[in-house]
C-alpha cells in the first residue's frame, strides 16, 4: 500500500485574513460580522491564526470611506501586508 505523506503535493495556502465589505457597508472578517466596534479587535485576533496579511474585498458600491477604515484598523493593528480587490463587481 502507498504510504500516505501529509506533505506530499500539498500547496501550502497562504494564510491571509479575508476582510469583506458589503455594498452596505457591512464588514466581515474571515466571513464573521465587524462593525466599527469592534473590527480591530476581530482583525487582531484573525491575524495571530493567519499572519500572512489582509485581503480587503471591498463591494464596487461600498463607500470610501468604509475602506479607509478597514485600512485604518489594519495598521492599527500591526498588519503590514494589506491587499484590496474588489468584489461582486462581475455580476455576483
Not at 505523506?5 to 501550502?12: L, Y
Not at 482583525?43 to 496579511?53: Q, V
Not at 485604518?72 to 501586508?81: E, F, L, M, R
Amino acid at each position: 500500500t502507498p504510504s500516505l505523506d501529509s506533505n506530499a503535493n500539498v500547496k501550502e495556502e497562504p494564510k491571509t485574513v479575508t476582510l469583506a465589505i458589503a455594498a452596505n457597508d457591512t464588514m466581515t472578517v474571515d466571513g464573521k460580522e465587524a462593525g466599527p466596534l469592534t473590527l480591530r479587535n476581530a482583525l487582531r485576533e484573525a491575524i495571530t491564526k493567519k499572519p500572512d496579511g489582509l485581503l480587503i474585498q471591498a463591494n464596487p458600491n461600498s463607500s470610501h470611506n468604509a475602506l479607509a477604515q478597514a485600512m485604518d484598523a489594519a495598521q492599527t493593528v500591526g498588519i503590514s501586508k494589506v491587499a484590496v480587490t474588489q468584489a461582486g463587481a462581475n455580476g455576483g
